[in-house]
């Protein structure tokens, strides 16, 4: 380490502060401000600065070696060209919906910009003699499937009780004739013809009885036929066929929303006469939108159902930041024509919306530009937007590097480069420059070429150098 004595010091000190002011006039004195800024700095020859600076630290002063810069890395990474297009917002889906039937509109129950349901009633016709008809038709259809339910379940255990006691009863009362009838006969020619008539007759009598008790209790055995439940099925069949003939037409003069969305027009009043076909509300449906653009020919063809890409909507600002907000969207619709005056696809992107209630953030018609990718993925330098020096022939960016003639003193060192895809606030460049180097991005625009500087690394939401 050198020493120095306060004579030797100050005496240096007087000399260094000489020659500053001699290269880069007054502004460098300690708390005063300067009064040509950096006009003094241009004025100055990087020779004589280095000269300076050299014979300053000859005699053990450390003195500024340029001026206050801040800078960054250039860094390689991996970048895919993007296109920005305009478009607009569309609805995913509408339908204008109209009346089945002719009729008088005697309800209207949602309202425009209310939202509805799919299969939600919109608007009703009158439905006076209609309705009755359903009614009648209901009794009929409750009719015929009580019968039917009737000769599914089958017999009763009582009913097949009570046709037995029949039966017992009529064979028990057979038995007693018969044995009338051979009493009659025993008594040979005492009994007279008629009283052996009557006998016989009731015995024939009470055969037939036993005859029909045993048929019904058969019959009730295999109750019911499956002739007679298949016409009573087929019956309720009709009935059912009948209410629902009436109920589509009572239907027909109601008019339900298609699907979820919002009615953005009404197209008809309460009281208002319409015939069939007429129409009586439009429904969009929002919760997922189209953003339409017109891709040129050759960049269409680089697209993909699928693709992913940025959309701003300018009318939608976020409030944290005053800025537009974006939302992503993929390529849902390619279609396979191009228009053959303007040389462009109809790309349809499907973007999310968000809806509260009555809210719709995301309106069709509204201006929309929209981000893609256009290339494939490849490596390359970039570097802030800030750094970028303009106004030349080419543009152009200051290197930090060391000074040619003394390697401790940095100077701006200019390099013309090509540019590039944007990406964000980063830019990229091409030119004889690589990965690592330090580039002044703050501070730039008061730099000439080979002029000293003071870099410092930039830090996040750090200002531009004042001196």
């Known amino acids: ?106 309800e209207y129950d949602i309202n425009e910009g209310e939202p509805v349901q799919a299969k939600q009633r919109i608007a009703r016709l009158r439905t006076g003699i209609i309705a009755a008809e359903v009614r009648a038709a209901e009794a009929e259809l409750r009719a015929r499937q009580a019968e039917l339910k009737e000769y599914e379940n089958g017999v009763l255990p009582e009913e097949l009780e009570q046709a037995q006691a029949r039966l017992d009863t009529a064979r028990a009362v057979l038995e007693l004739r018969q044995a009338n009838l051979a009493r009659t006969r025993a008594l040979g020619d005492t009994a007279t013809p008629a009283e052996l008539e009557e006998a016989l007759s009731l015995v024939e009598q009470g055969m037939g009885e036993l005859q029909q008790a045993q ?22 069949e009709k009935a059912q066929a009948e209410l629902e003939r009436l109920t589509e037409m009572q239907d027909r003069h109601s008019v339900f929303a298609p699907f979820d969305g919002f009615v953005v027009e009404e197209l008809t009043e309460v009281g208002q006469w319409v015939q069939s076909g007429d129409p009586i509300a439009e429904i969009w449906y929002l919760k997922e939108v189209y953003v339409e653009i017109p891709v040129v020919e050759q960049v269409a063809a680089r697209l993909r159902v699928g693709t992913e890409g940025t959309v701003e909507i300018p009318a939608i600002v976020d409030e944290s930041t005053g800025k537009p907000r974006t939302f992503s969207g993929q390529v849902a619709i390619l279609p396979p024509k191009t228009d053959a005056r303007a040389r462009t696809v109809p790309v349809k992107l499907i973007v999310s919306n968000e809806i509260e209630g009555k809210h719709v953030l995301i309106k069709p018609g509204m201006f929309a530009r929209v981000e893609l990718p256009v290339g494939a993925p490849r490596r390359g330098l970039l570097v802030r937007k800030d750094a970028i020096v303009l106004g030349g022939v080419k543009p152009l960016i200051y290197v930090v590097a060391a000074s040619p003639s003394d390697e401790l003193v940095k100077v701006a060192l200019p390099r013309t480069v090509e540019l590039g895809i944007e990406v964000g606030d980063q830019v990229e460049v091409r030119g004889e420059i690589e990965a690592g180097m330090e580039v002044i991005v703050r501070g730039n625009e008061r730099v000439r070429p080979l002029q000293p500087v003071s870099p410092e690394p930039l830090q996040e939401g750090a200002a531009s150098p004042t001196r």
């Open 1 to 106: 380490m050198i020493r120095f004595n306060t004579r030797s010091v100050l005496v240096g000190a007087g000399m260094a502060a000489v020659g500053l002011l001699t290269v880069y006039g007054p502004h460098w004195l300690p708390g005063r401000a300067s009064a040509s800024g950096p006009a003094a700095e241009r004025a100055a020859a990087p020779g004589a600065a280095a000269a300076s600076g050299a014979g300053a630290q000859e005699k053990g002063v450390a003195v500024p070696t340029g001026a206050r810069v801040l800078t960054e890395r250039l860094t390689e990474q991996t970048i895919i060209e993007r296109q920005q297009i305009v478009g607009t917002v569309l609805p995913l889906r509408k339908s204008v919906v109209g009346s089945a039937v002719g009729g008088r509109v005697e």
């Open 215 to 236: 048929a019904a209790l058969k019959l009730l055995r295999r109750w019911p036929r499956e002739e007679k439940l298949a016409a009573t099925r087929a019956l309720a």
